[in-house]
């Protein structure tokens, strides 16, 4: 394979002996992160399995000058080690960590600096050489027996190199530290993607590892023999270590298999190291509470049950590397266990991918795209609810159905994962809003999401129902095909907070970033801190309800192209009833305060701030200092519509109870339009 040539100006740098730790993905705390360190001048290396500053393990390997690291080898979601020898651009690399040299590849040259890295996802470490004179990075797949890519990133012979998934997509990425300073480029372009600021001392080793087993990388810092710990990158230290001495290479993975089972692809055996099952199922049958299933890369059609266990852990390579999938029924369907933790697996069926059906589950590092029904699903079985903790997953490429379902008393804590993409099938129209949803949240759940994205839906993203309570923080919804960013619906509490919602919606329509629905009738909806732009319809759609309270977003308002349905709008309280659809009384009760409003684009009359129709449009707009209502650019009479008369098809609604009271129209004329048509 021709190596990828990505080329920057880059100047010579200095010399640093540093071993690379095993990708984030797979250093999990439910498993034990294994922190340790060569020492060069016994030719050992030394494990502490349990991070208690005892010596667990010690093994014999490489030698004075050399450069040691440790990664995925073998494949098996357990480190191993390769000594490089920059003499001789050799790398020895023992695939179990056990000393045995397995495998002895000439790659490199004298100024290189060695690290081992998943650099493609497929559940492999590559061999990674960082230049030291010209900052090039080069990869070399040991199963290729080729260099797959080469990198230009760095200047001026400053930084330390390091690898670690920081954007969770299962491939590492380049680090550079120097000085206290991380910078990391995601893409293998060069670009600097996020910088982080953590140690900085004389002495400092940096070190990347996963301590607190959340999947995500933390910093670390090896200092004569103590290691600080950065979990969440705001620089400061939560965990502190204590093992080695100045001068030793420190090193993290996993190295204790104890308890372990083995799968690989066309295995025949009993499940151990050298002898995997060939089968999940195999392994699922043979797992005792507290077993470890270590699963290689490969495909595997297959149903797999697990029913009634405890502690247990599910171990995929990767879930661009492990695959489960078959042409009927469920992937694997999870019966009422507790605790057990699924990684690096993905889930794809005719049918269903993962099913959780009571017990709780931690899902790490996972994905669904392509069933053809749920993605994932939860729901209470035999009176025993599901909970759901999920990290990094993607709930993507339903082709029919939705990326996941929570059912009856389900319980959902998830943060950095997505909802994208789902109903993928050519037959769904673009009057279809019940298949291809993102996450539906049914019967008594209760959900809480953290900087989750929600895009390119063909239907409503985010729907929550009969008496949920939902809280979505920091996430984003765009591009949501035919219908709305999120949907709040009969006796359900939402609070919304720090939010985006971007075109969501097709044109003419009038969809919505956020709907309240008319049947809406639960103790409130929080809608704060948000963002809308170019909600198709309106930035946020209440129906019904009282206690919505809708404060401090920001509205982008751009009017819709051509002959639009309704008009392109900040908050559209309805407060009216179809009768034809439902004898509900609505009460569309709002308090609506410090927000902004900024029509953009080519602002026209087919546009608005507020937009109150109907006897049940009530509540307060505006107020004093900090509660008034900020409207920039719009034209004359559209912040604020007060009216009786409209809906579809147009006709006398009664008039509207809404107070406005003070707000910052920004000197256009006449804000306010009150509306009263006599019937």
Same mark, same amino acid.
Not at 107 to 127: C, E, H, R, V
Not at 146 to 151: D, R
Not at 431 to 450: K, W, Y
């Given at each position: 394979m021709t190596p990828k040539n990505r080329a920057r100006s880059a100047k010579s740098r200095q010399s640093f002996c540093l071993a690379e730790a095993l990708e984030p993905r797979r250093l999990f705390n439910a498993l034990g992160t294994?922190?340790?360190?060569?020492?060069?001048?016994?030719?050992k290396v030394k494990l502490d399995y349990n991070n208690t500053g005892a010596t667990n393990a010690t093994i014999s390997f490489?030698? &004075?000058?050399?450069?040691?690291?440790?990664?995925?080898?073998?494949?098996?979601?357990?480190?191993? $080690?390769?000594?490089?020898?920059?003499?001789?651009?050799?790398?020895?690399?023992?695939?179990?960590?056990?000393?045995?040299?397995?495998?002895?590849?000439?790659?490199?040259?004298?100024?290189?600096?060695?690290? &081992?890295?998943?650099?493609?996802?497929?559940?492999?470490?590559?061999?990674v050489t960082y230049n030291r004179n010209k900052a090039i990075w080069k990869v070399y797949d040991p199963h290729q027996h080729?260099?797959?890519?080469?990198?230009s990133f760095?200047?001026?012979?400053?930084?330390?190199?390091?690898?670690?998934?920081?954007?969770?997509?299962?491939?590492?990425?380049?680090? $550079? +530290?120097?000085?206290?300073? @991380?910078?990391?480029?995601?893409?293998?372009?060069?670009?600097?993607?996020?910088?982080?600021?953590?140690?900085?001392s004389t002495g400092d080793v940096p070190v990347i590892t996963d301590v607190n087993g959340d999947t995500s990388p933390d910093l670390g810092i090896f200092n004569n023999g103590t290691w600080v710990f950065d979990f969440n990158h705001d620089g400061s230290a939560d965990s502190v270590y204590t093992n080695g001495k100045a001068g030793f290479t420190p090193l993290a993975g996993y190295f204790n298999s104890a308890g372990s089972i083995f799968v690989a692809p066309g295995g025949n055996g009993t499940g151990t190291r050298t002898n995997p099952f060939g089968s999940i199922q195999f392994a699922l049958n043979a797992a005792g509470n507290g077993a470890v299933i270590r699963i290689a890369p490969g495909t595997y059609s297959e149903n797999d049950y697990y029913h009634s266990g405890a502690s247990i852990a599910i171990v995929g390579a990767g879930m661009d590397a492990v695959h489960i999938t078959n042409s009927s029924g469920d992937a694997m369907f999870i019966d009422r266990d507790t605790n057990t933790y699924v990684y690096g697996i993905d889930f794809a069926s005719a049918d269903?991918?993962?099913?959780?059906?009571?017990?709780?589950?931690?899902?790490?590092?996972?994905?669904?795209?392509?069933?053809?029904?749920?993605?994932?699903?939860?729901?209470?079985?035999?009176?025993?609810?599901?909970?759901?903790?999920?990290?990094?997953?993607?709930?993507?490429?339903?082709?029919?159905?939705?990326?996941?379902?929570?059912?009856?008393?389900?319980?959902?804590?998830?943060? !950095?994962?997505? @909802?994208?993409?789902? =109903?993928?099938?050519?037959?769904? /129209?673009?009057?279809?809003?019940?298949?291809?949803?993102?996450?539906?949240?049914?019967? /008594?759940?209760?959900?809480? $999401?953290?900087?989750?994205?929600?895009?390119? !839906?063909?239907?409503?993203?985010? !729907?929550?129902?009969?008496?949920?309570?939902?809280?979505?923080?920091?996430?984003?919804?765009? !591009?949501?095909?035919?219908?709305?960013?999120?949907?709040?619906?009969?006796?359900?509490r939402a609070t919304f907070r720090n939010d985006t919602f971007v075109n969501n919606g097709p044109p003419?329509?009038?969809?919505?970033?956020?709907?309240?629905?008319?049947?809406?009738?639960?103790?409130?909806?929080?809608?704060?801190?948000?963002?809308?732009?170019?909600?198709r =319809?309106?930035?946020?759609?209440? =129906?019904? *309800?009282?206690?919505?309270?809708?404060?401090?977003? /920001?509205?982008?308002?751009?009017?819709?192209?051509?002959?639009?349905?309704?008009?392109?709008?900040?908050?559209?309280?309805?407060? +009216?009833?179809?009768?034809?659809?439902?004898?509900?009384?609505?009460?569309?009760?709002?308090?609506?305060?410090?927000?902004?409003?900024?029509?953009?684009?080519?602002?026209?009359?087919?546009?608005?701030?507020?937009?109150?129709? *109907?006897t049940g449009a009530g509540g307060t707009i505006g107020g004093d200092g900090s509660l008034q209502n900020t409207f920039i650019g719009f034209p004359t009479g559209t912040p604020i519509t007060i009216t009786n008369f409209g809906g579809a098809p147009e006709e006398v609604r009664g008039d509207p109870t809404v107070s406005v009271l003070a707000n910052n129209y920004s000197g256009t004329p006449n804000p306010v339009t009150v509306r009263h048509v006599t019937p």
């Open positions: 294994s922190l340790g360190f060569w020492n060069p001048n016994q030719d490489g030698q &004075a000058g050399d450069q040691v690291v440790a990664g995925a080898f073998a494949g098996n979601t357990l480190s191993g $080690l390769a000594d490089y020898n920059p003499s001789t651009h050799t790398w020895k690399i023992s695939n179990n960590g056990d000393g045995v040299i397995n495998q002895t590849i000439a790659f490199g040259n004298l100024q290189s600096i060695a690290l &081992a890295g998943d650099m493609t996802g497929n559940g492999y470490a590559d061999l080729a260099v797959i890519e080469q990198i760095g200047s001026g012979g400053l930084g330390i190199p390091l690898l670690g998934d920081f954007n969770n997509d299962g491939k590492d990425d380049l680090v $550079l +530290f120097n000085k206290g300073k @991380w910078k990391v480029s995601y893409d293998g372009d060069g670009a600097v993607d996020a910088t982080y600021h953590f140690g900085g269903r991918g993962l099913v959780i059906a009571g017990g709780s589950v931690f899902l790490r590092g996972i994905s669904t795209v392509g069933n053809v029904n749920f993605g994932a699903l939860a729901t209470t079985y035999l009176n025993i609810d599901a909970s759901v903790d999920a990290m990094f997953c993607h709930f993507d490429g339903a082709v029919m159905g939705t990326g996941m379902d929570l059912q009856s008393n389900s319980t959902l804590n998830a943060s !950095n994962c997505t @909802w994208d993409g789902n =109903g993928t099938s050519s037959s769904l /129209t673009s009057s279809d809003t019940v298949h291809g949803r993102g996450l539906a949240i049914e019967a /008594t759940s209760t959900v809480n $999401l953290s900087q989750c994205d929600f895009s390119n !839906n063909h239907s409503i993203a985010l !729907n929550s129902g009969q008496e949920t309570t939902t809280t979505i923080l920091q996430s984003t919804f765009e !591009n949501n095909v035919t219908a709305d960013g999120a949907f709040v619906a009969s006796t359900s003419l329509i009038g969809a919505l970033g956020i709907e309240i629905s008319n049947n809406y009738t639960g103790p409130g909806v929080i809608i704060q801190n948000n963002i809308f732009t170019n909600s =319809g309106a930035g946020v759609f209440v =129906g019904n *309800g009282s206690g919505i309270q809708i404060t401090g977003n /920001t509205f982008n308002i751009t009017s819709n192209s051509g002959p639009s349905v309704l008009p392109t709008l900040g908050i559209d309280l309805n407060g +009216f009833i179809d009768t034809s659809v439902s004898d509900i009384p609505i009460n569309a009760v709002s308090t609506i305060t410090g927000n902004t409003f900024n029509a953009t684009g080519s602002a026209t009359t087919d546009i608005g701030g507020i937009y109150a129709l *109907g």
